[in-house]
């Protein structure tokens, strides 16, 4: 059509696009998996365990202190991206080469940050942010372009911030305790941003550090080596990263720091002194379960997310390598004879039979659908059973043969009707 303007559809809304779009189809089919919430996804279990340590490590009056937004959308304005931040307009984050624009006022969302201002502006104190995050990068077996991310702000008002006095000898000699302030008259320190004290910047300083090592312990275990990185961050002063010492190396986990005035006076709450931290939920889960490479995270190999399907959250599970062969998948469905329902055939029976009729090309068997006709009152099963050769590329045709030899063989042992 003449004067066609190209656009970008996501989720229902149109985007024009222009010279910043950069955005490709590949990109954008990652949309939308929302790895984070598969129960099945190792992302999910890192997840579940990093929402039950700051549901459980702080509540109030029974209540979690922290609400929970995991389903935000990663489509956002450079504003929130960017300027509500206070990252400046020349800063290299913006550029094209880092990020992907869907146009020059829209993009993926490259931290969860992105969120901070608008919740901050709802009028939430305490809030989790939990999502995927799109970045340009390098290619290697730790990076991917998107990535899920953890982001946390924690607000104190005066009252709350020096309930316990614990350390004074961190504060100027001026302090007094009968009449603290989380706000000074400009007093320079590089170390703490000029309007507050140095007394509710240590503090703040001291909870954030200490709810964090207390998270890596709970995930790793109290023996766990750690170190504070001196960081920057344009909406975070002081910043840190926290390494964690993991097979012979140094891995960063996160990033945090005090949140900056400018965007808590723009935004709220009032009169308060915040931390703020974002971590990376793939670093954390590779190590924990031992999993070589980030691809892995995209799998919909049930090879892969058996091994994590089903977990109690803290049990320890080490990641064992799946075949490169691919599966093949095909579902066997039946009647059960009148003598058995749904809850009386006993599946492991059933597993056995397709183990002895197909040997080691089983890979797995996952009851699919359990089903009573309302008219006929007749109970039916399926199953959808997995193959895959552990050497070679199975034929969709032999397993068709092997498929077929398991039907016959389960209506001679449990008397079913193939459907
Ligand atoms: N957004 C930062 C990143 O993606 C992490 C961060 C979050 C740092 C909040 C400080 C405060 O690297």
């Not at 149109?14 to 490709?24: G, I, L």
């Not at 490259?110 to 989790?128: I, P, V």
């Not at 200490?210 to 023996?223: A, C, E, K, Y």
């Amino acid at each position: 059509a003449p004067n066609a303007i190209a656009t970008i559809k996501l989720n229902n809304k149109e985007y024009v696009t222009d010279d910043y779009t950069n955005v490709t189809p590949k990109i954008l089919s990652y949309l939308n998996r929302n790895l984070h919430l598969k129960k099945d996804n190792p992302l999910s279990l890192v997840r579940q365990r990093i929402v039950n340590y700051f549901y459980s490590s702080f509540t109030h009056r029974g209540n979690p202190t922290f609400s929970v937004y995991e389903n935000l959308s990663p489509v956002v304005t450079t504003k929130q991206n960017f300027d509500d931040l206070l990252i400046p307009e020349n800063h290299p984050s913006r550029t094209k080469s880092d990020c992907y624009y869907i146009n020059r006022k829209t993009l993926l969302r490259a931290h969860m940050t992105a969120h901070q201002s608008e919740l901050l502006r709802s009028g939430l104190d305490n809030f989790l942010m939990i999502g995927d995050v799109y970045r340009r990068d390098e290619i290697d077996s730790t990076h991917f372009p998107v990535f899920h991310q953890i982001d946390a702000v924690r607000s104190q008002r005066k009252e709350q911030l020096f309930q316990d006095f614990p350390d004074l000898e961190l504060f100027e000699p001026t302090f007094d305790p009968q009449n603290p302030h989380i706000f000074t008259n400009s007093i320079k320190d590089p170390n703490k941003q000029s309007c507050h004290t140095l007394e509710a910047t240590k503090l703040m300083e001291a909870q954030l550090k200490n709810h964090l090592i207390g998270l890596v312990q709970t995930l790793f275990g109290d023996n766990i080596k750690h170190r504070w990185v001196e960081a920057y961050f344009p909406f975070t002063h002081p910043s840190w990263e926290l390494e964690i010492f993991y097979e012979n190396n140094w891995l960063e986990v996160l990033g945090c720091g005090i949140v900056r005035n400018e965007i808590l006076a723009n935004a709220g709450p009032n009169n308060t002194i915040a931390y703020a931290f974002g971590l990376g939920l793939e670093r954390i889960a590779m190590a924990l379960y031992k999993i070589p490479d980030i691809r892995l995270m995209w799998s919909k190999d049930s090879g892969f997310l058996s091994q994590f399907e089903d977990k109690a959250l803290n049990e320890r599970i080490t990641y064992k390598p799946v075949s490169s062969y691919p599966q093949c998948v095909n579902d066997i469905s039946f009647w059960l004879p009148p003598n058995l329902t749904i809850d009386t055939f006993t599946s492991n029976d059933f597993y056995d039979l397709v183990r002895d009729v197909g040997g080691d090309i089983i890979e797995q068997v996952k009851l699919k659908d359990k089903f009573v006709h309302p008219k006929s009152k007749k109970h039916s099963l399926c199953y959808s059973i997995i193959y895959r050769h552990l050497e070679r590329t199975l034929k969709q045709a032999e397993v068709n043969e092997v498929h077929k030899e398991i039907e016959k063989a389960a209506v001679k042992a449990f008397n079913v009707i193939i459907r």
